[in-house]
Structures are given as C-alpha cells and as structure tokens.
C-alpha cells in the first residue's frame, strides 16, 4: 500500500494549459509538502501546508496554487503552463513540520 | 540563507568496498539534517535523520555523522552492494525552521560496480 501516492505519474500539455496534480498519503501526516525538481536535479520546495497553515516558497509564480481538501491530500494546480514549468513535481509529507519526509514518486511534467 | 553541496557528483566503487559521501552546509545553525537515496524515475526514500543535538546515526550499513562547527556531514556505506547504486542527497533545516525550510544539495550519483 503506497505511502504517498501522487497522478498522474506523466503529463503532457501545451503552452497555456491550466493543469493539476493529486496527492494523497495514508500516513495519517498533517504536514503535506510540493518539491520540483529541474532537469539539473535540484530539488526546491514550493509549498507546505501544516494543519492549514500554507507556506509558500516566495519564489513559486502565482499561477501555481496548492489546495487542501483534507489532511491527506494536497493537490496542485498550475495555470497558463509555461515551457519553464517542465520539471519533475514531488509531493511529500511528514508527521509535524520537523519529521522525517515521506516522498512519492513524482509526477513528470512536459510543457510543449 | 543556507546552501548545501556535496562532492563528487558522481562517484563509482567497486563491489564490497566502504564508501563516504560527503555533505556540507553553510549555515551551522541547523535543526537536523537527513540523509536520501533516489533510484533513476523514482522518488526520494528517507535513510537516515540526524538531529542538530546529534553526532551520528546508524541504520544497518549506513553510518551517518555530523558536525555542525564544520558544516559537514558524511554518509558512510560499508561493504556496498550494486543496490546501493542509486543518487545521494542530504538536505539540512535551519534552526527554528521546520521543512518548509529544508534545503536539499545536488547529490552524489553512486554507481557499484560487480
């Protein structure tokens, strides 16, 4: 049974798409995190979400927003795509904001 | 801000050979630094966890220490196996910040060879 699971694992889209990625763990964590990670490996965080507190990471555009319809999901939507926007999208929890990190297996994002 | 580098990049070994990686960070006032393994298309899977109060952690082959004076950390693999292949990455938080503020390095890809 898959901790943190996240959908799809590839997406395909245009420039100027608006689209979404789901996140879901069993871990029964009330931290919830999004990581990209570009085509040089680095990994950044964009957003945590803890007991709907959200942070953001300053430098995440604003066409990108995280949602939270309960504690085990944290899904993230991305309006008007841009090229730049191509990356690989890791959700993550943990239990509190300063345990250990539990990563899906990430979601692989290709703008056109 | 904190920045975190490890060194080499890419580091190959021969099967059943002992191995360190390295991890150093800028800022000594961390609240805990972890350790990863990231398989190629795969995810990142939690090794090892050290507090900023600790010295070292050990999980069956893997022995993980740090010092903060230095801003260093190292992974050490004994007896490594082809499994072991996979990318490294240790990631630090600084103190009074949780995850939010966790800072990843590049990695090291490590490759054993049979």
């Known amino acids: 049974d898959t901790a943190v699971s996240q959908t799809p694992k590839y997406l395909v889209t245009q420039m100027g798409n608006d689209k979404s990625i789901k996140c879901e763990q069993n871990?029964?964590?009330?931290?919830m995190y999004w990581y990209k990670q570009d085509s040089k490996k680095f990994l950044k965080i964009m957003f945590s979400?803890?007991?709907?507190?959200?942070?953001i990471n300053e430098t995440v555009p604003n066409r990108f927003s995280p949602k939270s319809p309960d504690k085990a999901h944290l899904n993230l939507h991305i309006n008007s795509l841009e090229l730049g926007d191509s990356a690989v999208y890791f959700c993550?929890?943990?239990?509190?904001?300063?345990?250990?990190?539990?990563f899906g297996e990430g979601s692989r994002l290709t703008v056109l | 801000k904190q920045e975190v580098t490890q060194i080499p990049a890419a580091l190959s070994v021969p099967e059943g050979e002992n191995l360190v990686l390295n991890c150093s960070f800028t800022?000594?006032?961390?609240?805990?630094l972890q350790w990863f393994r990231q398989d190629p298309g795969k995810g990142l899977t939690s090794l090892l966890l050290?507090?900023?109060?600790?010295r070292e952690q050990t999980s069956g082959r893997l022995n993980a220490s740090l010092d903060k004076s230095s801003g260093r950390s190292t992974l050490y693999i004994a007896a490594s196996q082809p499994g072991d292949s996979a990318t490294y990455l240790c990631?630090?938080?600084?103190?009074?910040?949780?995850?939010?503020?966790?800072?990843f390095g590049t990695g090291t890809r490590l490759t054993i060879i049979p």
């Open positions: 800022d000594s006032a961390i609240y805990n």
């Open positions: 979400y803890n007991n709907k507190e959200l942070i």
């Open positions: 990631a630090s938080s600084i103190s009074n910040f949780g995850n939010e503020k966790l800072t």
């Open positions: 871990l029964g964590h009330d931290t």
């Open positions: 993550a929890s943990s239990r509190g904001p300063v345990g250990e990190l539990f």
């Open positions: 050290i507090q900023s109060s600790q």
